[in-house]
Protein backbone atom coordinates (compact mmCIF):
# COMPACT_ATOMS: atom_id res chain seq x y z
CA UNK A 1 0.00 0.00 0.00
CA UNK A 2 2.58 1.83 0.23
CA UNK A 3 2.71 3.22 -3.78
CA UNK A 4 -1.03 3.99 -3.28
CA UNK A 5 -1.97 7.42 -3.98
CA UNK A 6 -3.86 9.33 -1.50
CA UNK A 7 -6.66 9.70 -3.75
CA UNK A 8 -6.60 6.24 -4.96
CA UNK A 9 -6.82 5.17 -1.52
CA UNK A 10 -9.24 7.63 -0.85
CA UNK A 11 -11.30 6.18 -3.68
CA UNK A 12 -10.98 2.64 -2.10
CA UNK A 13 -11.91 4.04 1.41
CA UNK A 14 -15.29 5.25 -0.26
CA UNK A 15 -16.12 2.05 -1.94
CA UNK A 16 -15.51 0.09 0.98
CA UNK A 17 -18.02 2.10 3.02
CA UNK A 18 -20.50 2.38 0.31
CA UNK A 19 -20.39 -1.79 -0.42
CA UNK A 20 -20.15 -1.96 3.63
CA UNK A 21 -23.57 0.04 3.99
CA UNK A 22 -25.43 -1.56 1.02
CA UNK A 23 -24.52 -4.82 2.30
CA UNK A 24 -26.34 -3.43 5.82
CA UNK A 25 -28.87 -1.83 4.46
CA UNK A 26 -29.73 -4.97 2.60
CA UNK A 27 -29.72 -7.50 5.41
CA UNK A 28 -32.15 -5.03 7.31
CA UNK A 29 -34.25 -4.95 4.57
CA UNK A 30 -34.76 -8.71 4.53
CA UNK A 31 -34.47 -9.35 7.98
CA UNK A 32 -37.19 -9.54 10.95
CA UNK A 33 -34.72 -10.18 13.65
CA UNK A 34 -34.54 -7.48 15.65
CA UNK A 35 -31.02 -8.44 16.88
CA UNK A 36 -29.80 -8.45 13.05
CA UNK A 37 -31.20 -5.52 12.96
CA UNK A 38 -28.94 -3.72 15.80
CA UNK A 39 -25.99 -5.75 14.18
CA UNK A 40 -26.44 -4.13 10.74
CA UNK A 41 -26.98 -0.77 12.41
CA UNK A 42 -23.71 -1.07 13.71
CA UNK A 43 -22.17 -1.94 10.61
CA UNK A 44 -23.86 1.33 9.32
CA UNK A 45 -22.19 3.01 11.57
CA UNK A 46 -18.55 1.75 11.11
CA UNK A 47 -19.30 2.13 7.16
CA UNK A 48 -19.96 5.70 8.08
CA UNK A 49 -16.71 6.19 9.88
CA UNK A 50 -15.13 5.27 7.02
CA UNK A 51 -17.15 7.58 5.03
CA UNK A 52 -16.58 10.59 7.36
CA UNK A 53 -12.54 9.69 7.16
CA UNK A 54 -12.79 10.42 3.81
CA UNK A 55 -14.52 13.60 3.62
CA UNK A 56 -12.13 14.63 6.16
CA UNK A 57 -9.09 14.13 3.22
CA UNK A 58 -11.48 15.38 0.87
CA UNK A 59 -12.17 18.59 3.31
CA UNK A 60 -15.46 17.85 3.10
CA UNK A 61 -16.98 18.35 6.85
CA UNK A 62 -19.80 15.69 7.43
CA UNK A 63 -20.30 13.38 11.01
CA UNK A 64 -20.83 10.52 10.89
CA UNK A 65 -24.41 10.77 11.99
CA UNK A 66 -25.11 12.35 8.81
CA UNK A 67 -24.47 9.20 7.02
CA UNK A 68 -26.05 6.77 9.21
CA UNK A 69 -29.41 8.76 9.24
CA UNK A 70 -29.42 9.47 5.32
CA UNK A 71 -28.76 5.41 4.85
CA UNK A 72 -31.04 4.57 7.28
CA UNK A 73 -33.83 6.53 5.52
CA UNK A 74 -33.54 5.12 2.41
CA UNK A 75 -33.98 1.61 3.86
CA UNK A 76 -36.67 -0.76 2.33
CA UNK A 77 -38.55 -4.03 2.88
CA UNK A 78 -37.90 -7.26 1.24
CA UNK A 79 -36.91 -6.70 -2.80
CA UNK A 80 -37.50 -3.56 -2.82
CA UNK A 81 -34.60 -3.19 0.19
CA UNK A 82 -31.82 -4.81 -1.80
CA UNK A 83 -29.36 -2.27 -2.61
CA UNK A 84 -28.33 -1.68 -5.98
CA UNK A 85 -26.14 0.85 -7.34
CA UNK A 86 -27.85 3.81 -9.59
CA UNK A 87 -28.18 3.86 -13.11
CA UNK A 88 -27.50 6.83 -14.91
CA UNK A 89 -28.05 7.07 -18.74
CA UNK A 90 -25.25 8.97 -21.01
CA UNK A 91 -25.91 9.86 -24.65
CA UNK A 92 -22.82 10.50 -26.55
CA UNK A 93 -24.49 12.42 -29.98
CA UNK A 94 -22.66 13.22 -33.10
CA UNK A 95 -24.04 15.06 -35.69
CA UNK A 96 -22.86 14.97 -39.91
CA UNK A 97 -19.59 17.30 -39.20
CA UNK A 98 -18.47 15.22 -36.79
CA UNK A 99 -18.82 17.54 -34.00
CA UNK A 100 -20.34 16.06 -30.59
CA UNK A 101 -23.87 17.63 -28.21
CA UNK A 102 -22.22 18.70 -24.88
CA UNK A 103 -24.47 20.17 -22.62
CA UNK A 104 -23.20 23.26 -19.88
CA UNK A 105 -24.53 22.06 -16.54
CA UNK A 106 -26.07 25.11 -15.11
CA UNK A 107 -25.04 24.34 -11.48
CA UNK A 108 -21.34 23.71 -12.14
CA UNK A 109 -20.80 25.17 -15.22
CA UNK A 110 -18.89 22.03 -16.27
CA UNK A 111 -19.42 20.40 -20.38
CA UNK A 112 -20.75 16.61 -20.44
CA UNK A 113 -22.43 15.25 -22.88
CA UNK A 114 -26.47 14.91 -21.85
CA UNK A 115 -26.84 12.35 -19.10
CA UNK A 116 -29.94 11.81 -17.01
CA UNK A 117 -31.08 9.05 -14.16
CA UNK A 118 -33.17 5.73 -15.57
CA UNK A 119 -36.72 6.03 -15.33
CA UNK A 120 -38.57 3.77 -14.87
CA UNK A 121 -40.93 2.26 -17.58
CA UNK A 122 -38.69 2.98 -20.25
CA UNK A 123 -35.59 0.98 -21.33
CA UNK A 124 -32.26 2.74 -21.29
CA UNK A 125 -31.91 3.60 -25.41
CA UNK A 126 -35.63 5.73 -24.92
CA UNK A 127 -33.71 7.51 -21.68
CA UNK A 128 -31.21 8.48 -23.51
CA UNK A 129 -33.10 9.77 -26.82
CA UNK A 130 -35.77 10.85 -24.13
CA UNK A 131 -33.00 13.07 -22.18
CA UNK A 132 -30.85 14.34 -25.44
CA UNK A 133 -34.44 16.54 -26.42
CA UNK A 134 -34.70 17.23 -23.40
CA UNK A 135 -31.89 18.48 -22.52
CA UNK A 136 -30.93 20.32 -25.86
CA UNK A 137 -33.78 20.48 -28.10
CA UNK A 138 -32.01 17.93 -30.44
CA UNK A 139 -33.66 14.73 -31.72
CA UNK A 140 -31.42 11.61 -31.98
CA UNK A 141 -31.83 8.07 -32.75
CA UNK A 142 -29.32 5.51 -30.58
CA UNK A 143 -26.92 3.10 -32.49
CA UNK A 144 -25.20 1.42 -30.13
CA UNK A 145 -24.14 0.78 -26.18
CA UNK A 146 -20.47 2.00 -25.80
CA UNK A 147 -20.48 0.84 -22.61
CA UNK A 148 -20.81 0.45 -19.28
CA UNK A 149 -19.17 2.59 -16.68
CA UNK A 150 -18.82 2.01 -12.54
CA UNK A 151 -18.75 5.39 -11.63
CA UNK A 152 -17.45 5.15 -8.14
CA UNK A 153 -14.59 3.19 -9.79
CA UNK A 154 -14.00 6.09 -12.27
CA UNK A 155 -13.92 8.46 -9.30
CA UNK A 156 -16.84 10.60 -10.44
CA UNK A 157 -19.60 9.26 -8.31
CA UNK A 158 -19.70 9.22 -4.21
CA UNK A 159 -22.44 6.47 -4.02
CA UNK A 160 -22.87 3.17 -6.37
CA UNK A 161 -23.71 4.25 -9.46
CA UNK A 162 -23.81 2.67 -13.35
CA UNK A 163 -23.51 5.05 -16.43
CA UNK A 164 -24.84 3.18 -19.45
CA UNK A 165 -23.39 5.15 -22.51
CA UNK A 166 -25.02 4.98 -25.34
CA UNK A 167 -23.78 6.31 -28.94
CA UNK A 168 -26.42 8.45 -31.19
CA UNK A 169 -27.49 10.41 -34.35
CA UNK A 170 -28.71 13.82 -34.29
CA UNK A 171 -31.80 13.26 -36.72
CA UNK A 172 -33.48 16.58 -36.23
CA UNK A 173 -34.86 19.47 -33.44
CA UNK A 174 -32.74 22.95 -32.99
CA UNK A 175 -30.26 23.95 -30.12
CA UNK A 176 -32.48 24.49 -27.22
CA UNK A 177 -31.33 24.28 -23.47
CA UNK A 178 -33.39 23.00 -20.85
CA UNK A 179 -33.76 26.58 -18.52
CA UNK A 180 -33.63 24.79 -15.52
CA UNK A 181 -30.88 21.97 -16.01
CA UNK A 182 -28.37 23.59 -18.67
CA UNK A 183 -26.46 26.82 -18.71
CA UNK A 184 -25.54 26.48 -22.93
CA UNK A 185 -25.21 23.45 -25.49
CA UNK A 186 -23.54 23.18 -28.70
CA UNK A 187 -21.83 21.11 -30.86
CA UNK A 188 -18.12 20.84 -30.64
CA UNK A 189 -15.42 19.39 -32.82
CA UNK A 190 -12.51 17.04 -31.19
CA UNK A 191 -10.11 19.82 -31.12
CA UNK A 192 -12.49 22.45 -29.62
CA UNK A 193 -13.86 21.04 -26.56
CA UNK A 194 -15.78 23.98 -24.18
CA UNK A 195 -13.55 24.09 -20.92
CA UNK A 196 -14.03 22.40 -18.58
CA UNK A 197 -15.48 19.57 -20.10
CA UNK A 198 -15.49 16.60 -17.73
CA UNK A 199 -14.05 13.07 -17.82
CA UNK A 200 -13.26 13.06 -22.17
CA UNK A 201 -9.51 11.96 -21.19
CA UNK A 202 -11.82 8.27 -21.09
CA UNK A 203 -15.03 8.87 -23.53
CA UNK A 204 -13.17 11.23 -25.79
CA UNK A 205 -10.95 9.19 -28.33
CA UNK A 206 -14.46 6.37 -27.83
CA UNK A 207 -17.13 8.98 -28.50
CA UNK A 208 -15.63 10.79 -31.47
CA UNK A 209 -14.60 7.21 -32.97
CA UNK A 210 -18.05 6.36 -32.91
CA UNK A 211 -19.43 9.41 -34.21
CA UNK A 212 -16.81 8.81 -37.11
CA UNK A 213 -18.44 5.35 -38.54
CA UNK A 214 -15.97 2.99 -36.14
CA UNK A 215 -18.04 0.72 -34.35
CA UNK A 216 -15.95 -1.33 -31.73
CA UNK A 217 -17.87 -3.89 -28.94
CA UNK A 218 -19.11 -2.09 -26.17
CA UNK A 219 -16.49 -1.72 -23.08
CA UNK A 220 -16.81 -2.66 -19.50
CA UNK A 221 -14.40 -2.06 -16.41
CA UNK A 222 -12.44 -4.95 -16.31
CA UNK A 223 -12.48 -7.16 -13.28
CA UNK A 224 -9.44 -6.34 -10.46
CA UNK A 225 -7.47 -9.29 -9.07
CA UNK A 226 -8.07 -8.27 -5.51
CA UNK A 227 -11.85 -7.33 -5.10
CA UNK A 228 -11.81 -6.01 -1.87
CA UNK A 229 -8.36 -4.78 -0.80
CA UNK A 230 -7.48 -3.17 -4.32
CA UNK A 231 -4.23 -3.01 -5.63
CA UNK A 232 -2.34 0.27 -5.22
CA UNK A 233 -1.48 0.37 -8.88
CA UNK A 234 -5.00 -0.32 -9.77
Same mark, same amino acid.
Given at each position: ???????? @? /??? +????????????????? @? /??? +????ERYEEVLKVAADIKSATDDALEIRREQDHFVQEWMESVGEGVPGYVTPKVAIGAIVGNEKGEILLVQRKDSGVWLYPTGWADVGYSPAEV????????????????QLLGVVDGMRMGFSRFGMYMLLFHLRATGGELNGHPLETGDVGWFAPDALPTPTAGAQWWGDMAF??????????????????????????
Amino acid at each position: MSNAQPQD @F /TRD +LIRWSETLAAIARTGMG @F /TQS +LYEKERYEEVLKVAADIKSATDDALEIRREQDHFVQEWMESVGEGVPGYVTPKVAIGAIVGNEKGEILLVQRKDSGVWLYPTGWADVGYSPAEVAMKEVEEETGITAEPLQLLGVVDGMRMGFSRFGMYMLLFHLRATGGELNGHPLETGDVGWFAPDALPTPTAGAQWWGDMAFAAIAGDVRPATFDAPRENLWRGDATD
